[in-house]
Protein backbone atom coordinates (compact mmCIF):
# COMPACT_ATOMS: atom_id res chain seq x y z
CA UNK A 1 0.00 0.00 0.00
CA UNK A 2 1.34 3.53 -0.95
CA UNK A 3 0.42 6.26 1.51
CA UNK A 4 0.66 8.07 -1.88
CA UNK A 5 -1.81 6.57 -3.43
CA UNK A 6 -4.71 8.91 -2.35
CA UNK A 7 -6.43 10.48 -5.16
CA UNK A 8 -6.59 14.34 -5.00
CA UNK A 9 -9.83 16.11 -3.31
CA UNK A 10 -10.15 15.98 0.44
CA UNK A 11 -8.66 12.70 2.08
CA UNK A 12 -8.71 12.05 5.21
CA UNK A 13 -11.90 13.11 6.35
CA UNK A 14 -11.31 16.72 4.87
CA UNK A 15 -11.94 20.33 6.73
CA UNK A 16 -14.88 21.43 4.97
CA UNK A 17 -16.58 21.65 8.00
CA UNK A 18 -14.53 24.04 9.83
CA UNK A 19 -14.51 26.34 6.35
CA UNK A 20 -11.66 25.13 4.54
CA UNK A 21 -12.10 24.76 1.04
CA UNK A 22 -9.26 22.84 -1.03
CA UNK A 23 -6.28 24.32 -2.25
CA UNK A 24 -7.28 25.89 -5.76
CA UNK A 25 -3.85 27.35 -6.51
CA UNK A 26 -0.45 27.64 -5.77
CA UNK A 27 2.03 30.67 -7.08
CA UNK A 28 5.93 31.92 -7.09
CA UNK A 29 7.51 35.13 -7.21
CA UNK A 30 11.29 36.29 -6.75
CA UNK A 31 12.01 38.70 -3.99
CA UNK A 32 15.00 40.33 -2.81
CA UNK A 33 16.82 42.94 -0.75
CA UNK A 34 20.62 44.56 -0.94
CA UNK A 35 22.75 43.23 2.26
CA UNK A 36 23.75 46.37 4.46
CA UNK A 37 26.92 44.58 3.83
CA UNK A 38 28.37 41.80 1.26
CA UNK A 39 27.46 38.79 3.52
CA UNK A 40 30.82 36.71 3.91
CA UNK A 41 31.03 32.79 5.05
CA UNK A 42 33.29 30.19 4.54
CA UNK A 43 31.61 29.00 1.02
CA UNK A 44 31.49 32.58 -0.41
CA UNK A 45 30.35 35.83 -0.86
CA UNK A 46 26.69 37.56 -1.34
CA UNK A 47 25.59 40.75 -2.09
CA UNK A 48 21.92 40.22 -1.91
CA UNK A 49 19.58 37.86 0.05
CA UNK A 50 17.06 36.71 -2.74
CA UNK A 51 14.04 34.41 -1.46
CA UNK A 52 10.84 32.97 -3.35
CA UNK A 53 7.50 33.94 -1.95
CA UNK A 54 5.04 31.03 -1.57
CA UNK A 55 1.31 31.51 -2.15
CA UNK A 56 -1.16 29.16 -1.41
CA UNK A 57 -4.72 30.08 -2.23
CA UNK A 58 -8.02 28.22 -1.78
CA UNK A 59 -11.25 27.49 -3.28
CA UNK A 60 -12.99 29.85 -0.94
CA UNK A 61 -10.23 32.71 -1.37
CA UNK A 62 -8.49 32.38 1.34
CA UNK A 63 -4.69 32.92 1.29
CA UNK A 64 -1.56 31.46 2.94
CA UNK A 65 1.60 33.24 2.49
CA UNK A 66 4.94 31.24 3.03
CA UNK A 67 8.81 32.28 1.71
CA UNK A 68 12.04 30.11 0.99
CA UNK A 69 15.36 30.78 0.34
CA UNK A 70 17.97 28.20 -1.03
CA UNK A 71 21.69 29.48 -0.21
CA UNK A 72 23.05 27.11 -2.95
CA UNK A 73 26.41 26.29 -1.97
CA UNK A 74 24.59 25.07 1.90
CA UNK A 75 21.79 23.08 0.61
CA UNK A 76 22.51 22.23 -3.19
CA UNK A 77 19.12 23.81 -4.52
CA UNK A 78 18.82 26.33 -6.46
CA UNK A 79 16.17 29.24 -6.98
CA UNK A 80 15.37 28.15 -10.57
CA UNK A 81 14.85 24.67 -9.38
CA UNK A 82 12.80 25.74 -6.05
CA UNK A 83 10.65 27.40 -8.16
CA UNK A 84 10.39 24.38 -10.80
CA UNK A 85 10.11 21.82 -8.16
CA UNK A 86 7.05 23.84 -6.55
CA UNK A 87 5.01 25.12 -10.06
CA UNK A 88 5.90 21.39 -11.93
CA UNK A 89 6.10 18.70 -9.40
CA UNK A 90 4.90 19.92 -5.97
CA UNK A 91 1.99 22.35 -6.76
CA UNK A 92 0.10 19.95 -9.18
CA UNK A 93 0.29 17.28 -6.54
CA UNK A 94 -1.28 19.93 -3.69
CA UNK A 95 -4.20 21.20 -5.83
CA UNK A 96 -7.50 19.98 -4.73
CA UNK A 97 -6.32 18.80 -1.34
CA UNK A 98 -7.46 20.11 2.37
CA UNK A 99 -5.45 22.98 3.10
CA UNK A 100 -5.55 22.03 6.67
CA UNK A 101 -3.91 18.41 6.13
CA UNK A 102 0.26 19.69 6.93
CA UNK A 103 0.69 15.59 7.30
CA UNK A 104 -0.86 14.66 4.75
CA UNK A 105 0.64 17.27 2.13
CA UNK A 106 4.23 16.17 3.34
CA UNK A 107 3.81 12.53 2.28
CA UNK A 108 2.13 13.56 -0.93
CA UNK A 109 5.02 16.17 -1.52
CA UNK A 110 8.00 13.52 -0.80
CA UNK A 111 6.11 10.27 -2.87
CA UNK A 112 5.96 13.27 -6.20
CA UNK A 113 9.79 14.16 -5.49
CA UNK A 114 12.58 13.33 -3.55
CA UNK A 115 14.09 15.79 -1.66
CA UNK A 116 14.08 19.53 -2.16
CA UNK A 117 13.57 20.59 1.35
CA UNK A 118 13.80 24.41 0.73
CA UNK A 119 11.08 24.17 -1.46
CA UNK A 120 9.16 21.78 0.53
CA UNK A 121 9.32 24.31 3.03
CA UNK A 122 8.13 27.22 1.12
CA UNK A 123 5.10 25.42 0.68
CA UNK A 124 4.67 23.81 4.29
CA UNK A 125 5.14 27.47 5.89
CA UNK A 126 2.17 28.65 3.14
CA UNK A 127 0.08 26.53 4.56
CA UNK A 128 0.66 26.80 8.29
CA UNK A 129 -0.08 30.58 7.16
CA UNK A 130 -3.25 29.81 5.95
CA UNK A 131 -4.34 27.40 8.58
CA UNK A 132 -3.68 29.53 10.98
CA UNK A 133 -6.02 32.56 8.64
CA UNK A 134 -8.74 30.19 8.47
CA UNK A 135 -8.53 29.28 11.92
CA UNK A 136 -8.27 32.37 13.60
CA UNK A 137 -4.93 30.92 15.19
CA UNK A 138 -1.04 32.37 15.29
CA UNK A 139 1.01 29.53 14.10
CA UNK A 140 2.63 28.88 17.29
CA UNK A 141 -0.77 27.73 18.42
CA UNK A 142 -1.00 25.27 15.97
CA UNK A 143 2.92 24.33 17.02
CA UNK A 144 1.38 23.25 20.45
CA UNK A 145 1.42 26.78 21.78
CA UNK A 146 3.89 29.04 22.83
CA UNK A 147 5.96 28.82 26.04
CA UNK A 148 7.43 32.41 25.24
CA UNK A 149 6.27 35.64 24.70
CA UNK A 150 9.78 36.82 23.13
CA UNK A 151 12.21 35.28 21.19
CA UNK A 152 16.05 36.06 21.68
CA UNK A 153 18.56 36.19 18.82
CA UNK A 154 22.11 35.83 18.07
CA UNK A 155 23.91 38.40 16.11
CA UNK A 156 26.04 36.34 13.12
CA UNK A 157 28.99 38.34 12.63
CA UNK A 158 30.08 37.18 8.85
CA UNK A 159 33.82 36.78 7.66
CA UNK A 160 36.28 39.84 8.00
CA UNK A 161 39.02 41.24 9.26
CA UNK A 162 39.68 40.49 12.77
CA UNK A 163 39.31 44.45 13.67
CA UNK A 164 36.09 44.64 11.83
CA UNK A 165 34.52 41.08 13.42
CA UNK A 166 35.21 41.96 16.41
CA UNK A 167 34.06 46.02 16.27
CA UNK A 168 30.94 44.44 14.70
CA UNK A 169 30.59 42.36 17.67
CA UNK A 170 30.95 44.86 20.34
CA UNK A 171 28.35 47.34 18.15
CA UNK A 172 25.42 44.54 18.81
CA UNK A 173 25.81 43.80 22.09
CA UNK A 174 25.80 47.41 22.94
CA UNK A 175 22.54 47.22 21.11
CA UNK A 176 21.72 44.17 23.54
CA UNK A 177 22.27 40.98 21.79
CA UNK A 178 23.90 38.62 24.26
CA UNK A 179 24.50 35.88 22.26
CA UNK A 180 26.90 36.49 19.59
CA UNK A 181 28.37 33.84 16.91
CA UNK A 182 31.01 34.69 14.34
CA UNK A 183 31.97 32.99 11.32
CA UNK A 184 35.49 31.04 10.70
CA UNK A 185 36.46 27.64 9.85
CA UNK A 186 39.63 28.13 7.37
CA UNK A 187 42.13 28.17 9.80
CA UNK A 188 42.24 27.33 13.17
CA UNK A 189 45.16 29.61 14.79
CA UNK A 190 43.57 32.85 13.11
CA UNK A 191 39.92 31.65 14.49
CA UNK A 192 41.83 31.17 18.27
CA UNK A 193 43.07 34.75 17.49
CA UNK A 194 39.31 36.28 16.45
CA UNK A 195 37.70 34.83 19.60
CA UNK A 196 40.29 35.99 21.96
CA UNK A 197 39.62 39.45 20.38
CA UNK A 198 35.98 38.97 20.11
CA UNK A 199 35.55 37.66 23.96
CA UNK A 200 37.85 41.23 25.13
CA UNK A 201 35.03 42.80 23.08
CA UNK A 202 31.74 41.87 24.29
CA UNK A 203 30.24 41.30 28.16
CA UNK A 204 31.56 38.51 30.03
CA UNK A 205 28.28 36.86 30.18
CA UNK A 206 27.84 36.75 26.92
CA UNK A 207 27.45 33.33 24.67
CA UNK A 208 30.34 33.38 22.14
CA UNK A 209 29.71 30.92 19.11
CA UNK A 210 32.00 30.04 16.04
CA UNK A 211 30.59 28.88 13.31
CA UNK A 212 33.35 27.12 11.30
CA UNK A 213 30.54 26.06 8.94
CA UNK A 214 32.26 22.07 8.15
CA UNK A 215 36.25 23.45 7.81
CA UNK A 216 38.47 22.10 10.30
CA UNK A 217 39.58 18.38 10.90
CA UNK A 218 39.88 17.13 14.02
CA UNK A 219 43.19 16.53 14.23
CA UNK A 220 44.43 19.58 13.40
CA UNK A 221 41.72 21.58 14.76
CA UNK A 222 41.72 20.21 18.58
CA UNK A 223 45.05 21.62 20.29
CA UNK A 224 43.48 25.19 18.93
CA UNK A 225 39.62 24.37 19.92
CA UNK A 226 40.79 23.60 23.53
CA UNK A 227 42.27 27.33 23.88
CA UNK A 228 39.29 28.49 22.16
CA UNK A 229 37.15 26.88 24.96
CA UNK A 230 40.13 28.32 27.76
CA UNK A 231 39.55 32.17 25.87
CA UNK A 232 35.45 31.53 26.66
CA UNK A 233 33.65 30.01 23.86
CA UNK A 234 30.93 28.84 24.37
CA UNK A 235 29.66 27.31 21.65
CA UNK A 236 31.43 25.67 18.92
CA UNK A 237 28.75 24.93 15.19
CA UNK A 238 29.96 22.48 12.50
CA UNK A 239 33.37 22.19 13.22
CA UNK A 240 34.40 19.48 10.92
CA UNK A 241 32.53 18.15 7.76
CA UNK A 242 29.04 17.30 7.40
CA UNK A 243 29.74 13.43 7.59
CA UNK A 244 32.47 13.25 10.23
CA UNK A 245 30.03 12.50 13.01
CA UNK A 246 32.99 10.16 14.57
CA UNK A 247 34.74 13.45 14.82
CA UNK A 248 32.61 15.19 16.38
CA UNK A 249 31.94 12.38 19.25
CA UNK A 250 35.98 13.09 19.46
CA UNK A 251 35.62 16.41 19.74
CA UNK A 252 32.78 16.21 22.39
CA UNK A 253 34.60 13.91 24.22
CA UNK A 254 37.60 16.13 24.37
CA UNK A 255 36.34 19.99 24.65
CA UNK A 256 34.07 21.90 27.59
CA UNK A 257 32.33 23.53 24.46
CA UNK A 258 29.09 22.71 23.53
CA UNK A 259 29.10 21.09 19.84
CA UNK A 260 26.41 22.28 17.50
CA UNK A 261 25.83 20.23 14.43
CA UNK A 262 24.29 22.00 11.64
CA UNK A 263 25.05 21.03 7.83
CA UNK A 264 25.39 17.41 9.51
CA UNK A 265 21.25 17.37 9.96
CA UNK A 266 19.00 17.86 7.01
CA UNK A 267 16.61 15.08 8.37
CA UNK A 268 15.05 13.71 10.46
CA UNK A 269 16.75 10.70 10.03
CA UNK A 270 19.93 12.70 10.85
CA UNK A 271 18.63 13.98 14.18
CA UNK A 272 18.52 10.35 15.38
CA UNK A 273 21.69 8.86 13.88
CA UNK A 274 23.55 12.09 15.80
CA UNK A 275 21.28 11.40 18.69
CA UNK A 276 22.18 7.74 18.72
CA UNK A 277 26.51 8.47 18.11
CA UNK A 278 26.34 11.39 20.77
CA UNK A 279 28.00 13.53 18.11
CA UNK A 280 26.15 16.78 19.31
CA UNK A 281 24.93 18.89 22.35
CA UNK A 282 22.28 20.82 20.15
CA UNK A 283 20.94 20.90 16.93
CA UNK A 284 20.59 24.01 14.61
CA UNK A 285 17.00 23.21 13.09
CA UNK A 286 16.71 25.63 10.48
CA UNK A 287 12.88 25.12 8.85
CA UNK A 288 14.18 25.21 5.05
CA UNK A 289 16.48 22.93 5.39
CA UNK A 290 14.41 20.02 6.72
CA UNK A 291 11.15 21.00 4.58
CA UNK A 292 8.69 23.29 6.82
CA UNK A 293 7.63 23.82 10.47
CA UNK A 294 5.84 20.05 10.77
CA UNK A 295 9.57 18.54 9.98
CA UNK A 296 10.99 20.95 12.32
CA UNK A 297 8.72 20.00 14.97
CA UNK A 298 9.47 16.60 14.67
CA UNK A 299 12.94 17.22 14.94
CA UNK A 300 12.50 19.12 18.01
CA UNK A 301 11.07 16.30 19.58
CA UNK A 302 13.88 13.63 18.69
CA UNK A 303 16.27 16.53 19.84
CA UNK A 304 13.93 15.89 23.60
CA UNK A 305 13.80 12.90 23.54
CA UNK A 306 17.91 12.92 23.02
CA UNK A 307 18.00 15.33 26.25
CA UNK A 308 19.96 17.79 23.03
CA UNK A 309 18.98 21.48 23.38
CA UNK A 310 17.58 22.79 20.30
CA UNK A 311 19.02 26.57 18.08
CA UNK A 312 16.53 27.45 15.21
CA UNK A 313 18.59 28.82 13.01
CA UNK A 314 18.15 30.53 9.44
CA UNK A 315 19.22 30.57 6.02
CA UNK A 316 19.44 33.74 6.34
CA UNK A 317 15.67 34.61 4.88
CA UNK A 318 13.58 37.31 4.63
CA UNK A 319 10.33 38.46 6.94
CA UNK A 320 8.14 35.88 6.09
CA UNK A 321 10.21 32.54 6.95
CA UNK A 322 11.99 34.80 9.89
CA UNK A 323 8.44 35.03 11.46
CA UNK A 324 7.65 31.25 11.05
CA UNK A 325 11.21 30.72 13.01
CA UNK A 326 10.07 33.03 15.49
CA UNK A 327 6.80 30.88 16.08
CA UNK A 328 8.65 27.60 16.21
CA UNK A 329 11.22 29.02 18.70
CA UNK A 330 8.62 30.11 20.75
CA UNK A 331 6.61 26.78 20.78
CA UNK A 332 9.79 24.69 21.31
CA UNK A 333 10.52 23.81 25.24
CA UNK A 334 13.73 22.63 23.97
CA UNK A 335 14.78 25.97 22.35
CA UNK A 336 17.09 26.92 25.05
CA UNK A 337 19.83 28.10 22.59
CA UNK A 338 19.14 32.01 21.33
CA UNK A 339 17.27 31.78 17.84
CA UNK A 340 19.21 32.88 14.34
CA UNK A 341 16.72 35.20 13.33
CA UNK A 342 19.10 38.00 11.23
CA UNK A 343 17.92 37.67 7.88
CA UNK A 344 16.02 41.07 7.98
CA UNK A 345 18.46 42.62 10.32
CA UNK A 346 20.91 41.84 7.28
CA UNK A 347 18.91 44.24 4.82
CA UNK A 348 18.22 47.59 4.40
CA UNK A 349 14.94 47.25 4.06
CA UNK A 350 12.81 43.84 4.34
CA UNK A 351 9.97 44.25 1.55
CA UNK A 352 8.47 41.30 3.49
CA UNK A 353 8.14 41.63 7.00
CA UNK A 354 9.18 45.39 7.43
CA UNK A 355 8.28 46.35 10.82
CA UNK A 356 8.33 42.91 12.82
CA UNK A 357 12.31 43.57 12.91
CA UNK A 358 12.68 46.69 12.73
CA UNK A 359 15.18 48.36 15.73
CA UNK A 360 15.73 44.90 17.26
CA UNK A 361 17.48 44.70 20.36
CA UNK A 362 18.18 41.07 20.25
CA UNK A 363 14.26 40.28 21.33
CA UNK A 364 11.18 39.81 19.31
CA UNK A 365 7.78 39.35 20.15
CA UNK A 366 5.70 36.66 19.10
CA UNK A 367 3.21 37.41 17.19
CA UNK A 368 -0.08 37.02 18.46
CA UNK A 369 -2.29 37.34 14.99
CA UNK A 370 -3.74 34.66 12.88
CA UNK A 371 -1.09 33.22 10.91
CA UNK A 372 2.46 34.21 10.89
CA UNK A 373 1.47 37.70 11.80
CA UNK A 374 2.82 39.41 8.19
CA UNK A 375 0.70 41.63 5.95
CA UNK A 376 2.35 40.11 2.76
MG1 LIG B 1 25.73 27.20 10.55
Same mark, same amino acid.
Given at each position: MSLAAEPAGLPGGGSEAFGAAPISAIKTRVVSAPYRRPFRISSGVSNELISLVVEVHTADGDVGIGETSPMTAYTGETLAGVQAAIEEHLAPALIGRDPLDRAGAHVTMDAVLRGQQVAKAGLDIALFDLAGRISGWPVHALLGGSIRDRVQTTWVVGLGTLDEMAAEAAEYADRGFMHLKVKGGHDPAKDLELIRAVRAAIPADAELCLDANEGYDATTALPYLTK????? +? &?? $?????? !?? =? +? &?? $?????? !?? =???VMVDESMHSLHDALEIARRGAADVLNIKILKVGGLHRALQIAAVAEAAGLAVKVGSMPELGVATLAAVHLAAAVPGATVAADLVGPLMVDEDPLAPTVFADCDGWIDVPKRPGLGHDV
Open positions: MSAAG +L &TL $LEQPLP !RW =D +L &TG $LVRLRD !RL =DVR
